[in-house]
């Protein structure tokens, strides 16, 4: 007879979830151009611990005490005020830009056959910036107890640190880069980068991430660790922390700005993780999940039934552990509101906890067990404080289970590749890595695109004039240029020009000369503050997630572009296009392309 385990969880993950994954692992990498990482098995996840099975019997005891909805704890319906409005919609309606999925590479829906789910930022609709204030609190409160000067600190400018910004730890600076890999932008603590700074730095330099002195922030979970790494920064640089310090602060483990990296790193993953944190981030989401989520209980139950009813079969595949994902699965699909005995896991054909991904994708055999959550022939929860779990040998419908390998899923599901979708919010660990490794199809949620969209809108009289003083830069040179070469010709080898054969032409063409430059630099000036301002709608220090300035794409726009076949803002913007829906990407123009669309002509 197999044995029959406490639960707890897989050795890789936190006690505390959902788990901030690029903090818990080095992600080795095969570059292409610009730094782009090609996912490879990380080695503490390629091979499973010696440990595996005694580590799942930790935090048993503590786990069966954890406050969850659906155990004693009751809500009161009336306080979910931030949740987001419910409101019918046909898929023969266009919906709002920021509700639309966007596509990167044609997807037809028709064709999938199996659709899995990541939860953490995917099914579960975190308030970030509630999220983040808990984190960085929680990240702080570890600091403190090992004696760093923080209690002044305060989670008061969530927008000093961003997705899609690369840490230079070497620097303790924050970068902005764009697609081709150079730095746009960078902020040293709270202060701003001239452009003469900037140019010393990094003018020649592209960023390559595989140097281990960058960290490429690609997560929202990245937020609080970045402000309050930030803060610290200014802090050394003044030399506060130090002076300010109590026992048992260790100034030699914090010299620098790569040490003071890996201690707010290290207190993050303390804090999702429970050991020595005197805050508990789990036990305050699941005491108020309404203050830190934003449900569409209807939304997203139509929209899984109607995958289901299409044929498809549905897989949520999660790090987070059984405890927390059970709690905030109940929340988010509403479980509370649905008639009596509803149960957010008849949604799913199948779900997996404890994932460990990348290495769920990328490593083809990890141990994995089944949770005994039913008594035999019955979907009844049974009664008791801590699920079990069963040894496993292949994956079976309407079954729970922690570990695993995506094979197994194409195994149960007799599915392979491009049969295969996965939605997730993680470019490496649910994007990069399931496509690198599986071949599967991906959609990719990211939330901030709801907030870019609509912060474009608000500046579309901006990058009008921005455009306009662009275009009348463009002119002026071009004019500007034709001059100088004609005034080069004629001075070097009186070679005449248009409008320049005799020395008193020459002369009106050197106070023209002048005069354009004069011009080029009056435009320059009013040009300076509009660009500086370009996204500041949406985070007044980096600007827009998806663009480097003006008119260019940032790195993590070529990421999003490159790893997800399909991209959208929620998880439920799905629900306005039918199971069936062939998602169309727009068509790619290149410069050459564009040079009959253009005003821009050869100068002479």
């Not at 935090?59 to 979910?80: I, M």
């Not at 009813?309 to 509403?334: E, H, P, Q």
Request: charged fraction near 30%.
């Amino acid at each position: 007879m197999r044995a029959l385990l406490c639960l707890a969880f897989l050795p890789t993950l936190r006690t505390f979830a959902p788990t901030p994954r690029r903090h818990l692992l080095r992600l080795k990498s095969v570059e292409d151009v610009h730094g782009d990482e090609v996912l490879a098995p990380p080695e503490e996840l390629s091979t499973p611990s010696s440990d595996f099975v005694s580590d799942l019997r930790k935090n048993a005891t503590r786990q069966k005490h954890a406050v969850g909805y659906g155990s004693s704890t009751t809500y009161d319906k009336t306080s979910l005020t931030n949740e987001l409005p419910y409101s019918s919609s046909t898929p023969t309606q266009s919906p709002k830009r920021e509700s639309r999925v966007f596509c990167s590479r044609d997807l037809k829906l028709e064709n999938i056959k199996v659709i899995g789910y990541d939860m953490d930022y995917t099914i579960v609709h975190y308030k970030w910036r509630e999220w983040e204030a808990l984190a960085y609190a929680c990240a702080k409160a570890c600091l403190e107890y090992l004696g760093f000067p923080v209690s002044d600190l305060e989670f008061d400018d969530p927008d000093l640190a961003c997705r899609g910004l690369v840490i230079d730890t070497e620097r303790g600076n924050f970068l902005k880069i764009d697609r081709h890999g150079f730095v746009r932008r960078a902020m040293h603590g709270k202060r701003r980068l001239g452009a003469e700074e900037l140019e010393e730095l990094y003018g020649r330099k592209l960023v390559d991430l595989r140097d281990r002195r960058f960290s490429f922030l690609n997560t929202l979970f990245s937020v609080s660790e970045g402000v309050l790494y930030s803060q610290l920064v200014s802090k050394l640089d003044s030399g506060a922390l130090v002076r300010d310090a109590s026992p048992p602060f260790d100034p030699k483990k914090v010299s620098n700005y790569a040490d003071l990296y890996r201690a707010v790193s290290s207190a993050l993953a303390r804090a999702h993780g429970g050991k020595a944190s005197p805050s508990e981030i789990k036990e305050a989401v699941f005491g108020d999940p309404a203050r830190y989520t934003q449900r569409e209980p209807e939304k997203l139950r139509r929209m899984l039934a109607d995958q289901r009813r299409s044929g498809k079969k549905l897989a949520l595949i999660t790090n987070s552990d059984w405890w927390y994902t059970d709690t905030m699965m109940r929340f988010v699909c509403g479980d509370d509101l649905e008639p009596s005995g509803a149960d957010w896991r008849d949604l799913f054909d199948v779900v997996v906890c404890s994932a460990r991904k990348p290495a769920f994708f990328t490593t083809e055999k990890l141990p994995f067990y089944e949770l005994a959550l039913d008594e035999v022939g019955s979907r009844e929860r049974v009664a008791g404080s801590a699920p079990l779990l069963r040894e496993a040998k292949q994956m079976r419908c309407g079954r729970v289970y922690c570990g695993g390998s995506a094979r197994l899923v194409e195994k149960l599901f007799n599915s392979k590749e491009d049969e295969l979708l996965y939605v997730g919010d993680h470019l490496f660990t649910d994007a990069n890595a399931v496509k690198a490794s599986m071949r599967w199809r991906t959609a990719l949620v990211v939330q901030e695109l709801d907030l870019e969209i609509r912060a474009a809108a608000t500046e579309t009289r901006r990058t009008a004039q921005i455009d306009a003083l662009l275009g009348e830069r463009d002119n002026l040179e071009a004019e500007l240029n034709v001059k100088r070469l004609a005034l080069e010709r004629w001075d070097q080898d009186r070679q005449p020009s248009p409008n320049l054969s005799d020395e008193a032409q020459a002369e009106d063409c050197r106070r023209d000369v002048v005069s354009l430059r004069a011009a080029v630099r009056q435009v320059d000036d009013r040009l300076e503050p509009l660009l500086a301002r370009v996204g500041e709608a949406f985070n007044r220090h980096w600007g827009y997630l998806t663009r480097a300035g003006h008119d260019d794409k940032s790195h993590i726009a070529r990421q999003i572009e490159k790893y997800a076949d399909v991209y959208c803002a929620k998880v439920t913007n799905l629900d306005a296009y039918t199971p069936f829906h062939h998602f169309r990407a727009a068509p790619v123009d290149l410069a050459h392309t564009m040079a009959a669309a253009t005003t821009s002509s050869p100068e002479l």
